[in-house]
């Protein structure tokens, strides 16, 4: 058998007995049934060879078995040996990775006398209290309770030969199913494994189903198998089948899997299939009967899962089946839900934890080589796969840096071989279409908004939208909520590399341009470039022959350029043209792309008359001008218009989405409010709009987005609550805001920051809220101001307290919060400020509280227990002058962000030892603070600032690459004379 490092394991069971109770009886005949059916067991008086020193060859064996079998008899308790074994049992299991099990035979006591529930063991740790050390015996006592707590078998209502029996079968499944092989040096993301073993739920009735998708090289098999290895000792048997995507193709792929999943389950390898209907109805009657843990590796095909696992509902309750796809699609809209978890890439520091294994058979790189370990790192975007295979090729390589920087050069232009292979297999199962959208993201879209792309492809017959959900199916990009495509380094580089290497497989050599240099020799090569369809340049000045050349060009980004000729029927494709920094003049005649959609000239002067009549997207950031000629109502087909920084606007028309931010506009002209298609309304900073906004507004039907922020404006109209689609409201800084209506129950989105006290709306009604930031500024306002207008906030506490409970983020500012929290059990975000308050509401309903924070309170003198806070991640104190302790602050186990600011009468922290997932602590100016105790272990912790903590005796241990910042200085001692 093996082991989980891929070496060979001397025994499969280490059996631990009392002599003189059960050698020659029940024990003997376990152990020779075992080893007849081909079990390698340890059993002392057989193992240990004369001559040898029997402690160490006792350690050894533990140490090189898989399962551990202590028979507990009457007199087990007396053996100081006995007891030493089952100690060291204990201490490797808890860190074997659920690699190893103990599995107890309650042979003729019961776990009670186990778990000292009675006089027959406790009686016997009294005896070796009086010649051995106490902690030595407090160890023994520790692992009898341990072990006692476990399932195993009660022989008392079985003979012997069935208990010998029931126990051999289990081994051998076990055995057989049990310890997938991890690469020896695995970096287990437990934030990953809690998230999956969450979903699962072992503890819950039913049966469950987890989707774990990705891209390939992430990591997906690998956290499955993690997973596998710590839950199949709770199952009564388990089975992982591997690589399914590929051998279900194989002619006879299908049954060889249900052959495997059967031969998993029964210990019998005779399982005579003749085809995939045989294989279901088998694996259906063997199932239903027995609690099981499936995982099903590298599904691509929904129905698999049904021919393999059969109907959920068919498993015995508390089974459990793991899927690990690259495909969203493989696991959604069956008849049964899985539950689905996207891995997330590795952290930085993992990574490079993982890398340093690999390249240096350790956790840290030399010093000399830690900045060329983190580039690389970075560059290989912690794709688990990637760091691995360069970490393992630079092993033994320490001493040629030369090396090291040519390996980095080239991971720069393109990604690994393996990697690329791993990563092609999405590619090759994208349709034609899809594969157009992902080259043009990651050549050209990567960081940017989703919203313009979809536009030209559109107009391309790319079905834009079907495509980017087919992408976020297979994982190969994301859209997060600031609608950005985000993907993988690699997975950037692979999109790239096909373009750059492209072959009859895959014609797409030079389709899309986006270095200016590689530009700039197209264009010099004066030859046909029909295969060109996108261009990024910069600085150049086109004439009407380089572009004759690019006849399927639609895409054309660029900076300072300039068109020079006749353009009469030429750039027939282009649907894009980015055009920064034009000049005033422009002297290009007959210029006129009749399929331009989207057009963007940000940071421009035109002076130009403009013809485009099927433009759809027109961009004109930070524009100074538009000149009396110039007559965008040409545009007749403009959907957005962003206008962010123009100082002059002369012509306007309506699109879907208008972006006014940073003008000088002093009002809403009819020909934007009226409009009823207008979706986003966006005048933030606008510091010239003041008054009233007009009535009109109402009329807006299906306005998704209004932004106010940052104007003068005093107040909205009643109409605004006929707006059935208004989702997000944003009213930062409107300093002279006094009136807020009702509010269309729709918002789900609420910004609210103002000085004046009448304009708090009543909230009750936002049922579908799910952001809520409201600040009021009493300390700004200035006389006259009556006492019972100042007091008039503290209404809106009431309408608070009937929020839904779907709100995940509350912001307070000179609001006190609701006096409790129940209703908020989804609240992943929690800010309070500016309160007069000496105790916070009890924080214990906030299960999923990842944020919280806490400033300018001066009366807070105590905060609430934060230990039942297991999810919080953020944690942000300041301004409390009053506060003496932080109560449950070193059982925050998920904690990453740590910052404790100006708490002056901060008199003393816990030990922090178990904050182990803690990257960055930030302590300022908290004066009678005289200790900070536990950092040293604390791995991931990267940066560490101490500034203006004047009683701080000495500065706390930290780790070795952490980066530290203060201003501490050691006390001078004075000696006497």
């Avoid at 005779?270 to 694996?283: K, P, Q, S």
């Avoid at 341009?513 to 261009?535: C, Y």
């Avoid at 924070?853 to 944690?875: F, G, H, M, N």
């Amino acid at each position: 058998m093996e082991s989980a490092t891929g070496s060979r394991n001397e025994y499969d069971v280490f059996l631990s007995f009392r002599g003189l109770d059960t050698r020659q009886t029940f024990t003997d005949c376990l152990y020779e049934v075992m080893k007849g059916t081909g079990v390698r067991v340890f059993r002392d008086d057989d193992e240990i060879q004369g001559g040898k020193n029997i402690k160490d060859e006792l350690w050894q064996a533990i140490e090189s078995s898989k399962i551990y079998m202590p028979v507990f008899s009457k007199t087990y308790a007396s053996s100081k040996w006995c007891l030493k074994e089952l100690a060291k049992m204990i201490e490797i299991t808890s860190r074997s990775n659920g690699t190893k099990e103990i599995l107890p035979i309650f042979f003729d006591v019961s776990p009670g006398d186990v778990k000292l529930k009675t006089s027959l063991y406790k009686n016997e740790l009294s005896n070796h209290a009086k010649m051995y050390e106490a902690d030595k015996v407090k160890a023994w006592e520790k692992a009898l309770m341990e072990v006692g707590k476990l399932k195993g078998w009660k022989p008392r209502n079985l003979g012997h030969g069935r208990l010998i029996t029931s126990v051999v079968e289990d081994v051998l499944i076990k055995l057989n199913n049990r310890n997938k092989i991890l690469t020896k040096h695995l970096v287990e993301d437990r934030k990953q494994v809690d998230a999956v073993m969450e979903l699962l739920d072992i503890n819950s009735g039913g049966t469950h189903s987890v989707g774990i998708r990705g891209i390939g090289g992430i990591g997906k098999t690998t956290l499955a198998k993690v997973i596998f290895n710590k839950l199949s000792p709770h199952f009564d048997c388990s089975s992982f089948l591997e690589n399914v995507r590929e051998i279900s193709r194989r002619s006879d792929g299908l049954v060889y899997l249900q052959k495997k999943l059967l031969s998993s389950i029964h210990r019998s390898r005779n399982n005579e299939l003749y085809d995939v209907d045989c294989g279901i109805d088998m694996i259906r009657r063997q199932l239903s009967n027995k609690k099981v843990l499936i995982v099903v590796d590298d599904m691509e095909e929904k129905d698999l899962l049904e021919k393999l696992v059969g109907e959920c509902d068919g498993l015995k309750s508390g089974s459990r089946v793991i899927i690990t796809t690259r495909n969203l699609s493989a696991i959604r809209n069956e008849p049964k839900t899985i539950l689905d978890y996207e891995v997330k890439e590795m952290e930085s520091d993992q990574s490079l934890q993982l890398f340093c294994r690999h390249a240096f058979g350790k956790d840290f790189p030399p010093g000399d080589y830690e900045s060329l370990a983190r580039e690389i790192v970075s560059t290989l975007g912690n794709l688990p796969l990637a760091v691995e295979v360069i970490g393992s090729s630079l092993s033994c390589k320490h001493d040629n840096r030369a090396l090291w920087i040519e390996v980095l050069e080239k991971l720069r232009k393109a990604p690994l071989g393996k990697v690329r292979e791993s990563l092609m297999i999405s590619y090759e199962e994208l349709e034609k279409e899809q594969k157009q959208v992902f080259l043009d993201i990651a050549c050209l879209f990567v960081q940017e908004d989703k919203t313009y792309p979809i536009f030209m492809w559109s107009d391309c017959n790319y079905y834009p939208n079907y495509a980017i959900d087919v992408l976020l199916h297979r994982s190969p990009i994301k859209v997060e909520s600031d609608s950005k495509f985000r993907m993988n380094d690699q997975v950037r580089d692979l999109g790239r590399h096909i373009v750059q290497e492209g072959d009859c497989k895959y014609p797409s050599k030079f389709s899309r341009v986006w270095t200016h240099e590689d530009a700039l020799n197209i264009l010099r090569s004066k030859q046909g470039n029909e295969h060109v369809e996108a261009l990024k340049v910069r600085g150049h000045t086109f004439t009407d022959e380089e572009l004759l050349n690019l006849p399927n060009l639609r895409f054309l980004r660029g900076t300072g350029l300039n068109f020079v000729g006749n353009f009469k029927d030429l750039l027939p494709m282009l649907r894009w043209l980015s055009w920064h920094h034009c000049p005033p003049e422009f002297t290009a005649t007959n210029f006129c792309p009749i399929n331009l959609v989207v057009l963007d000239l940000s940071s421009s002067d035109i002076t130009e008359k403009w013809d485009g009549k099927k433009a759809e997207s027109f961009r004109l950031e930070k524009l100074q001008m538009l000149n009396k000629d110039t007559d965008l109502s040409n545009f007749v087909e403009l959907e957005i218009l962003i206008l962010a920084g123009c100082s002059r606007l002369i012509t306007l028309i309506a699109p879907l989405i208008l972006d006014l931010s940073c003008t000088r506009i002093s009002g809403l002209p009819a020909t934007i409010t009226y409009p009823s298609h207008l979706e986003e309304l966006r005048v933030q900073d606008c510091r010239d709009l003041t008054g009233e906004i007009p009535d009109a507004i109402g009329e807006l039907s299906r306005l998704r987005i209004l932004d106010f922020s940052g104007t003068r404006i005093s107040g909205l109209p009643a109409t605004i609550s006929y707006l059935p689609c208004l989702k997000e409201l944003m009213l930062k800084e409107c300093r002279e805001l006094r009136l807020v209506p009702q509010l269309p129950s729709s918002l789900i989105s609420l910004i609210l920051e103002a000085n004046h006290c009448e304009i708090i709306p009543d909230l009750s009604n936002l049922v579908t809220l799910d952001h809520l930031d409201l600040s009021f500024h009493r300390y700004k306002l200035k006389a006259p101001y009556q006492l019972e207008e100042l007091l008039s906030p503290w209404k809106i506490v009431e309408s608070i307290h009937q929020l839904p409970s779907s709100l995940s983020t509350l912001h307070l500012t000179d609001i006190p919060p609701p006096q409790q929290f129940s209703n908020f059990m989804n609240l992943s975000s929690l800010s309070i400020s500016s309160c007069s308050m000496a105790h916070l509401p009890e924080l214990e309903h906030l299960k999923k509280l990842r944020e919280l924070s806490i400033k300018v309170c001066p009366s807070l003198e105590r905060i609430p227990d934060l230990s039942c806070l297991k999810s919080l991640e953020t944690l942000y104190l300041s301004e409390l002058g009053s506060l003496v302790a932080i109560q449950g602050l070193e059982e925050l186990e998920s904690l990453e962000s740590l910052q404790i600011i100006c708490c002056e009468s901060l008199e003393g922290l816990p030990q922090l030892s178990k904050l182990v997932k803690l990257k960055s602590f930030e302590l300022h100016d908290c004066q009678v603070l005289q200790a900070i105790e536990g950092l040293g272990c604390l791995q991931r912790l990267k940066h560490l600032t101490i500034l203006g903590c004047v009683s701080l005796k000495r500065l706390p241990d930290y780790p070795r690459f952490t980066k530290l910042d203060t201003d501490w200085k050691e006390p001078e001692t004075s000696s006497a004379d």
